[in-house]
């Protein structure tokens, strides 16, 4: 049970396919963040959406493109992926009113790009 | 940017003894610091928070603290269980960003 909820779990795709990968979360928070994580690594921060803004680009590459269509959704598009982006992706939301307050992760979707 | 030093990357101890993990950080203005627990195939989990205007805080078994000077900071586990193996990441925040260290591999031996 988790307050963050991603869709897919796994997402299997070849290189020229496109994709979007969902958060959704229900706690009222302004702050949603996409992590990569490879295995044995820790979470490499790539994007942070403060009230719908984007505030943070990690220099990622375009392939990825994030969205958050409302306070609730936040999207990640990808197209075009090299078989190096296969990882978890992890969603995480945060309570912007203070900014001294954890993440919330949810579980994660692991993709493969074949 | 934020960098975020943690070590041991792997830690043995046994069952009943403490463990300690260390970190260190490079940006003054890091104001929030909290860990993670990650187990195997799962998302991490928040299991202790310090903020830079407190010292040290206990939770049960678990304590952190921090150093602000010394920009460093330790997750303390006494009386060690078998649940406690996993990956234990500690993070750095400044305004929205979060910045996690290396992990350690923490292995609680029988």
């Known amino acids: 049970d988790t307050e963050v909820t991603q869709t897919p779990k796994h997402l299997v795709m070849g290189m020229t396919n496109k994709k979007s990968l969902k958060c959704e979360q229900h706690m009222g928070h302004r702050a949603m963040y996409w992590y990569k994580q490879k295995a044995k690594k820790p979470p490499e921060l790539m994007f942070v959406y403060s009230y719908e803004k984007l505030s943070i680009n990690e220099s990622v590459p375009s392939r990825f493109s994030p969205e958050c269509p409302n306070s609730s959704l936040l999207n990640l598009h990808l197209h075009a992926l090299q078989p190096e982006d296969s990882a978890l992706y992890l969603c995480?939301?945060?309570?912007?009113?203070?900014?001294?307050?954890?993440?919330?992760f949810g579980n994660g979707t692991r993709l493969t790009v074949t | 940017g934020e960098n975020v030093e943690q070590h041991p990357s792997t830690l043995s101890v046994q069952e009943g003894d403490s463990a300690v993990i260390k970190c260190t950080y490079s940006d003054s203005a890091s104001n929030y610091f909290p860990w993670y627990k990650q187990e195997l195939g799962k998302r991490p989990q928040l299991i202790i928070d310090?903020?830079?205007?407190?010292g040290e805080k206990k939770d049960q078994r678990i304590a952190v603290t921090l150093n602000k000077t010394a920009k460093h900071f330790s997750l303390h586990i006494t009386e060690t269980q078998p649940e406690d193996s996993a990956v234990y990441f500690c993070?750095?925040?400044?305004?929205?960003?979060?910045?996690f260290g290396k992990g350690t591999r923490l292995h609680i031996l029988p």
């Open positions: 995480a939301s945060r309570n912007p009113g203070v900014y001294n307050s954890p993440l919330h």
């Open positions: 310090i903020r830079s205007n407190v």
């Open positions: 993070a750095a925040s400044t305004n929205w960003k979060i910045i």
